[in-house]
């Protein structure tokens, strides 16, 4: 990054997609960039905050087993149990809590000094989640419904006949393409221009107080308090993003266990 | 172990016996409204790309949407 | 003299947002107000709800689909 050598030069350089390419050994395909390290920081960082919270468990619980309570307790209770139905909830729960964790782990390190780096900023990550979220509904619904079951639940009955096939590959498209196309893309599209307005805040308001005349220089002050705004917003949207996507993907499960006719 | 609502008959969406429905409900309308301009505008542009014609592209994105407003009122407009 | 570049098909779809966004938002405050007064009502009101967020949204969903057409 640039910024080191900003006073020096006469050209405000804008953020973009470059910014977030950050490779730290070697270059390419293979390259060990800052995300990779940052994902893996906060794999052990999740582990020993869980396994701290959670060592010695008695029926009072201390702060730390209280602080990890509530966490499970949100996606237990109030995701998992209230839509997916309280008898075959617990076959997901793993999955949707670890979900949870770690893009609320992950997303929280946008926004914290030394590393403000939203992993999933970077496409690939998301993109993954939503691959393990759609190969576990759709083989959910071939099992409660049959392989050839499941296709034939996907058209209402009571249309006209000539309707139907649109109909079907419409739902087709739906329940393939657009609803894990939209788990990725929703938390990545929310990452990566909430990461771009605080890198475009930031960077701007330094070039405009160092580099501008009176009236940039106020310029750049006030930038500096849109981007301390900016950054309880974005606190706000990392939260919200990771639980919706542990809603909508609890959803989908639920939509598949469903007993349609 | 608390009993779902059994779905009514004569329903017109899948999920409807099912606890939360009204969230089913509004977010697979709304992969609808996305899915069918998409699919059927993207049938367009291939016809489009094959056939060398310019409008079919349009159409498809406006027909894919009609089709899709007519499975939502299908499916959750009318009781 | 600095020059800014760019597509104004973007402008156009952020322009073309803010009605859908508007009208999604009155639709769904009417929504909230009326099942606030009468709860029973709610099972009334819900496919007039989903109905008019649709129509609405599907206008946006246009814009969306055409910015990226016109390039």
């Known amino acids: ?261 | ?79 | 003299m600095r020059t800014m570049s760019g597509n104004i098909a973007i402008l156009g779809y952020g322009l073309s947002a803010i009605g859908p966004g508007i009208g999604v938002g009155l639709i769904f405050a009417a929504y909230i107000n009326g099942v606030a007064r009468q709860p029973e009502a709610r099972g009334m009101l819900q496919p007039i709800a989903f109905l008019g967020f649709a129509l609405a949204e599907a206008l946006a969903i246009f814009g969306l689909a055409l910015a990226f057409v016109f390039r």
Do not use: C
């Open chain 2, 1 to 79: 172990m608390p009993t779902e609502p059994p779905t009514p008959p004569g329903s017109t969406s899948p999920e409807d016996g099912v606890p939360n429905a009204e969230a089913h409900h509004a977010w697979r309308a709304f992969a609808y409204l996305l899915s069918g301009p998409l699919l059927y505008g993207g049938i367009g542009w291939l016809l489009d790309s094959w056939l060398g014609t310019q409008f079919l592209l349009p159409v498809g994105i406006v027909g894919g949407m009609a089709l899709s407003l007519y499975l939502i009122w299908f499916r959750y407009g009318t009781d």
């Open chain 1, 1 to 261: 990054m640039s910024i080191v050598a900003l006073a020096a030069e006469s050209e405000f350089e804008a953020p973009g997609t470059s910014t977030f390419w950050q490779p730290l050994i070697g270059d390419g395909a293979f390259a060990i960039t800052r995300a990779s390290v940052v994902i893996l920081l906060s794999v052990a960082l999740i582990s020993w905050l869980l396994l701290a919270g959670t060592k010695k468990m008695s029926v009072v619980p201390s702060r730390k087993q209280a602080a990890t309570e509530v966490t499970y307790d949100i996606v237990r209770n109030s995701v998992a149990r209230d839509i997916i139905g309280s008898r075959d909830f617990l076959k997901f729960l793993p999955m949707l809590f670890s979900m949870f964790v770690l893009i609320l782990v992950n997303n929280l390190f946008g926004i914290i000094p030394p590393i403000q780096y939203p992993t999933m900023s970077r496409l690939g990550f998301p993109l993954v989640l939503a691959l393990i979220v759609f190969v576990v509904f759709h083989v959910v619904g071939f099992k409660k419904h049959g392989f050839i079951g499941y296709w034939k639940s996907l058209v209402p009955s009571g249309l006209p006949a000539w309707i139907v096939p649109l109909i079907f590959f419409l739902e087709l498209v739906t329940d393939l393409f657009t609803r894990p196309v939209t788990l990725a893309l929703r938390l990545f599209g929310n990452m990566f221009a909430g990461h771009i307005l605080l890198v475009l805040f930031i960077t701007g308001g330094e070039y405009m107080l160092v580099n501008g005349g009176f009236g940039l220089k106020i310029a750049g002050a006030v930038s500096f308090v849109m981007a301390f705004v900016m950054t309880l917003f974005e606190l706000l949207v990392e939260f919200l993003q990771a639980y919706i996507i542990v809603l909508l993907s609890a959803l989908y499960i639920a939509g598949a266990l469903a007993d349609e006719h």
